[in-house]
């Protein structure tokens, strides 16, 4: 009898080439995604006067540095445009794909993969960016790397690892009125901490999960990273599957029952065992957002900011008291009596369809009192969005309705938030500076980040749409 | 990369959990390529205060720790993005080896492939390093890979654990992608079976 085997462990034996004996595994590499940033990578194999092994399984999007309020110019920044047109000369080069400036399919990396077809489950897929486990939620095992790597993968179509440990979170139950997937993740990285999950990949499974959309699981494992985990993975079932069924590069025809029958198997079998298991039940989970400079820093928006004088350890007494200096926050202040300066509808976090459509039944009828930036996760949602109609609302109710890109989660393309400004933005991190220097940044659902803008302060969306 | 040799340095301690990458390189600086020095960019805005100006609590704007080349950090260093500049910009600086109690996954990696040594302890010694730090007259440490010792300057040696297959690409500052293209007939042999398994996997369209 075969042991019981986790669905990571099946997706990694088949793409193991070979195992060393210090316990690295030579891995292949199925999709190899590239943006902007990968000019280092480049660089590298130029100076050693290699070429792309697998160009024709090489991806290249612009997205961290395209304008996008004025896209057709790459960005108006001649530095900026100089590194979109960098991405143009290389994968030129290299015989790459890309869907640069102008490209009907170009978005967000993590948006456009599996919009496209590109990801498919039971692949390996990487690319330099630490938010490539959103593609997990097809079930497609993905992680994020750094140039060297992107360099060796560009090289070789392969990549040495070392076996993480696993974690299973399992999350049960139904979600409240105005509870997002947005809401589930920040509340178990609250749970587990900003480093909780470090060296292990994160299966996620459960009910709450299962009932999930395909988009909102993107959202869960988007953010496994500012959990610590380098991949999030969820298996595949018929809502993958309808949710692929007849994307651009999907399986077509008799490969797509092929597919089908194949991505069937797999799923962790019942007995298999994970390093490590956690378990949230969903009943917990508020409408929730962060009030400090770590992903940890998130509760209800119905709690108050921390107080300094209640933690015991003086080193830790010392950074929240830095925390919130630099956040300009009273400890004891209710949450929802937090002003913002502005609000950010976007990122590979929270810029899909149904993200925008959450954003858009806050905003509708209503008038933003701050600014607010609209930015499509890519040009098919766009078109898709003003399709619906979602375009007008938000035009409608003063916010801005942007190009796509990564736009203000990382300011690369000049996107950000000014000095001491607070931004209610549904982007993934809340770093110190962040969305740019001295910039403060509180995270939230789309649909928060929409009541935000309309109330002009951090708020309950259930006092907005009902139902607390 | 440059083998990692010997270090008898001093060292800076850096107690603040969860430092990201954005915090050791701003994003904006992300344009210029690796020949420009990084270390001009390390913790740029963390090392100054609103006003631009050097901030004197900083460890690294110290002129006794200013060539610091081991920094001694706190719990998650190196988290957040993947960006591999934030050891361009540590490298940079001088600093070739990090001591911390765990690390960014990313990080870690990026680390390992480019001379900068990442070294992780328990808290509490890291806690312990600190006041070491803190109360002896130098702040000289060495640290020794090959036997993967660190000795402080009160007398005390950690040893530390590392993968045995980073430590030598460290030592002798080994490229992988050489390495691993010996293995060719071993990738494009996986590569064609795992293509007629599954055509799906082999291709894009």
């Keep these: 009898m075969t042991e019981p085997t986790t669905l990571f462990e099946k997706i990694w034996r088949r793409h193991a080439i070979l195992d ?28 050693q006067g290699r070429r792309v092994r697998r160009p024709d399984l090489t991806v290249a999007i612009a997205d961290h540095y395209v304008s996008t309020d ?58 330099g960016d630490s938010h490539t486990a959103t593609h997990g939620a097809l079930g497609c095992l993905a992680f994020g790397i750094g140039a060297s790597e992107v360099a060796h993968v560009l090289a070789t179509q392969t990549l040495w690892q070392k076996k993480p440990k696993t974690l299973r979170v399992t999350i049960d139950g139904p979600l409240g009125a105005g509870v997002s997937p947005k809401d589930v993740i920040l509340h178990l990285i609250s749970v587990i901490g900003a480093n909780g999950a470090t ?4 299966e996620y499974a459960g009910s709450t999960i299962r009932e999930m959309s395909v988009e909102g699981r993107m959202t869960i494992c988007n953010m496994s990273i500012e959990a610590g985990g380098r991949a999030g993975l969820i298996a595949p079932d018929d809502k993958t599957f309808a949710y692929l069924k007849d994307r651009r590069y999907a399986p077509k025809d008799r490969d797509w029952e092929s597919a089908l029958e194949d991505w069937r198997s797999l799923a962790s079998d019942p007995g298999a065992r994970f390093d490590r298991e956690v378990s949230i039940d969903a009943r917990d989970v508020a409408p929730s957002i962060t009030w400090g400079t770590s992903p940890e820093d998130a509760m209800a928006i119905t709690g108050r900011v921390p107080d300094p004088a209640r933690e015991d350890d003086p080193t830790r007494q010392a950074a929240l008291s830095a925390t919130l200096d630099y956040m300009g926050l009273t400890p ?9 300066n502005r609000v950010f509808i976007g990122s590979c976090t929270n810029a899909r369809i149904e993200d925008l ?112 | 990369m440059e083998p990692f040799g010997k270090l008898d340095t001093n060292a800076a301690a850096l107690a603040l959990e969860n430092i ?26 963390m090392r100054r205060g609103p006003d631009g100006e050097p901030r004197a609590d900083f460890p690294l704007n110290s002129p006794d720790l200013s060539s610091a080349g081991v920094l001694v950090a706190d719990t998650n260093f190196g988290c957040g993005s993947s960006r591999e500049a934030a050891v361009y910009a540590l490298y940079d600086a001088g600093i070739r080896c990090v001591i911390a109690p765990s690390f960014g996954d990313i990080f870690y990696s990026n680390a390992t492939k480019n001379g900068l040594l990442p070294i992780v302890l328990d808290r509490a010694v890291v806690q312990s390093i600190w006041k070491t730090l803190e109360t002896a007259n130098s702040a000289r440490i060495e640290v020794d890979l090959e036997s993967q010792t660190v000795h402080l300057p009160n007398g005390v040696t950690h040893r530390f654990d590392i993968d045995p297959f980073k430590k ?37 369209g």
């Design chain 1, 20 to 47: 060393r004996e210090d316990g690295t595994t030579l891995l292949s590499i199925d999709r190899h995604l590239c943006h902007e940033g990968s000019f280092h990578a480049f660089d590298k194999l130029k100076a």
């Design chain 1, 70 to 127: 004025a896209p057709e110019t790459g960005n108006q920044d001649p530095s900026r445009r100089e590194v979109i047109e960098r991405l143009s000369r290389n994968t030129d080069e290299m015989g790459v794909r890309l869907y640069g400036v102008g490209a009907p399919e170009q978005g967000i990396v993590h948006v456009v993969g599996p919009e496209q077809g590109i990801t498919l489950p039971g692949l390996l897929l990487v690319c």
């Design chain 1, 199 to 202: 060296g292990h990949m994160i």
């Design chain 1, 332 to 340: 004891g202040e209710a949450l929802t009596n937090i002003a913002v």
């Design chain 1, 357 to 468: 459509r959450a954003a858009a039944a806050v905003a509708k009828g209503r008038a933003a009192r701050v600014t607010a930036i609209v930015v499509p996760g890519s040009t098919p949602i766009k078109l898709q969005a003003e399709a619906e109609g979602l375009d007008r609302i938000f035009i409608e109710a003063g916010f801005e309705w942007r190009a796509t890109g990564c736009s203000m989660c990382v300011g690369m393309n000049g996107d950000l938030t000014p000095p001491g400004e607070r931004c209610a933005s549904t982007s993934n991190r809340n770093f110190k500076g962040r969305q740019g220097p001295g910039s403060r940044t509180h995270l939230m659902s789309p649909a928060m980040a929409a009541a935000a803008a309309v109330t002009g302060r951090l708020t309950d969306v259930r006092d907005l749409i009902g139902g607390a």
């Design chain 2, 20 to 45: 990201d990458t954005d915090q050791i390189i701003p994003a904006r600086f992300m344009r210029a390529p690796r020949s420009t020095d990084h270390g001009q960019f390390l913790f740029h805005d």
């Design chain 2, 168 to 204: 030598r690409c460290l030592l002798e500052g080994l490229d992988d992608i050489d390495l691993t293209l010996r293995h060719s007939d071993e990738i494009e042999r996986h590569e064609q079976a795992h293509g007629e398994t599954r055509p799906w996997a082999g291709t894009i």
